[in-house]
C-alpha cells in the first residue's frame, strides 16, 4: 500500500508542474452485492483528491473532491446510479471548474465506508469507493452454485487472433464446463449463454444478487507484442479467493497446450473489475494466449475443451470438499 502511495505521490509532483495535465474518468463500474457496494471510477491519469469526513444528526458525510478533471458521459451515469441507493447511502455529484466532487451520507450505524486508490490488472489508475454493511442478511443455505462467467460478448469480442474470437471461445468453454457441473449436482448460473454483451458490473452483481459460491470467469489471453508467450495464468484479488485460485492450478497442472506442456501455471493477484466487485470466492482464469498460433489451434479443438472442463470440474469438486471438510 505504502508503494502504491508512493507512486500517486509522485503523479501528484509531477502534474503540478504540468499546465495542461488533467485526468478523465474512463469507466464508472457499480458492483452491487449483499454484503457491500462499490464504486469504481478508472481515469486516464493521475489526479489530485481531497476527502473530509463531518458529522451532522448522527449522520456521516464525505465529501471527496477530486481535483484536475475532464467531465464527461461518466460523471453522469454516476449521477444515474446514485439514485438508486438512497434507501441506506445516498451519493450527490457536483460539478465545478475543474472539480468534481461526491458527497456521500451514510448511517454509521449501518455502514462501514472504504476507499481504495490503486490500478487495476491494465495499469489504469482506479478509486474504489466500498459501502460495507455492518448487518447482513443471512444467508439461506442451498445447493452449491457456481456462477460461470463467458468473457467479453456481443460488440465486446475480446482479442482476435489466428482465426480465433475471443467471445465465442469463451461461451463454448462455459457452455461445456456448466453442462460437467450440472451432471456433477452443482446448481450453476452464467452471465451469458449466446452471443450478448453485460458490462462488467452487470455481471458481478447478478452472482452476488444470487448469492453464488464461487465465480468463474473464463478468457483467452492475446500478447501485442510476443507472440511466443504461451500458457495459463489465473487471476485472483481478495484474499478467501487464493484457495480457490490453487485448486484450479492444481487440476490444470501437466495440461497439454498445443502439444507442450503447461507445466507451471501462474497465479497472479491483479485488480479484475470481475473478481474484485464479487462477494464469493472468485478467479479469472486466461486460457492460453490467441496471439500464439500453437495455443489458438490448440484452444478450439473439441478434445481440449473437454480436457480443459473436466479439469476445472475436479478443481472444483476439490475446492468444495476442501471447504465443507473445514
Ligand atoms: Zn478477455
Known sequence: MNKMFCVWGLSFITMVGALSAQSAITDVFFHHGKQRDRLVWYFSDAFRMQRTDTVRDNLHITQLTLNDIIFDDSTVRTKALAKHFDDYFSIRVQLTHGHLRYTITYDPKNIALSLDQTRNIRGMPMLALTLQRLV????????????????????????????????????????????????KGYQVLMTRTHDQGVDLDKRTSKANMAEADVFISLHHNFSPTNSEMRGIQIFYTHDESRTL??????????????????GDIAIKRAVAQVTYGTEMPAVLIELGYLSNQHDAAWIVQPASIVTIVQRLCQALDSFVAGTIGR
Open 136 to 183: 447482513t442478511p443471512a444467508r439461506v443455505p442451498g445447493t452449491f452454485t457456481v456462477f460461470i462467467d463467458a468473457g467479453h460478448g456481443g460488440l465486446q469480442t475480446g482479442a482476435q487472433a489466428n482465426r480465433v474470437t475471443e467471445k465465442t471461445s469463451t461461451l463454448r468453454y462455459a457452455k461445456a464446463l456448466r453442462d460437467c457441473l450440472k451432471e
Open 245 to 262: 485460485a490453487e485448486h484450479m492450478r492444481t487440476a490444470l497442472h501437466g495440461t497439454v497446450l498445443g502439444g507442450n506442456a503447461v
